[in-house]
């Protein structure tokens, strides 16, 4: 595909296609393996991804390899996303959050985890459109603010997001590291 500009569309998945999702995201976080914590997204299995659409959503993200065709072919899975609305406590996430907003509810968020974009695509702006796309989408359901929890142990995280419009929250401990998950969120207008 080269450095030429990426047309990107994005797909919504549910846990229907778990075996997708796991595949990429698999091939998403290899890079993780050569930390002393890699990153548990390494540990998850199909059924483990099954079970985290199934309480949310999923956005997968396609490039066009060949702008001037729009056949089927054309089109390639570069990365993706996993959603939730920690306000709804199972189903789909569109789903409840729109029924929160249409009763009122103040604060109500949209969250997403395991975004990742496969390594020969990484450095394109591909995750920068993801996580506006997925703005886009909390600020259409009235969401007031977009959060993610990512690795802090991965030096370019924290910056990454902050850069995207994130401010850190709290941390919290895992693998007896005190500040091993860095919560963020952007507020929404």
């Given at each position: ?180 998950v860095t919560y963020m969120e952007r507020p929404?207008?």
């Amino acid at each position: 595909m080269g450095a030429e500009p990426l047309v990107l569309r994005y797909r919504w998945i549910d846990s229907e296609q778990a075996a997708v999702m796991h595949r990429l995201m698999m091939l998403g976080f290899a890079e993780y393996r050569r930390y002393p914590l890699p990153s548990s997204a390494l540990t998850e299995t199909e059924q483990d991804v099954r079970r985290a659409l199934a309480l949310g959503a999923g956005v997968l993200v396609e490039a066009q390899s060949s702008p001037a065709s729009d056949s089927a072919e054309s089109w390639m899975l570069v990365g993706g996303v996993r959603l939730r609305c920690p306000e709804a406590p199972r189903g789909l996430v569109i789903a409840e959050a729109l029924a929160a907003k249409r009763q009122g509810e103040a604060g109500a968020s949209l969250s997403f985890e395991r975004m990742f974009v496969l390594p020969d695509f990484q450095g394109r702006g591909i995750g920068a459109a993801l996580v506006e796309h997925l703005v886009e989408i909390s600020e259409s359901l009235g969401c007031e603010q977009l959060k993610i929890s990512v690795r802090s142990q991965q030096p370019d995280n924290r910056p990454y997001y902050r850069r995207l419009g994130f401010r850190v929250t709290h941390y919290s401990e895992r693998y007896e590291v005190p500040d091993m998950v860095t919560y963020m969120e952007r507020p929404l207008a």
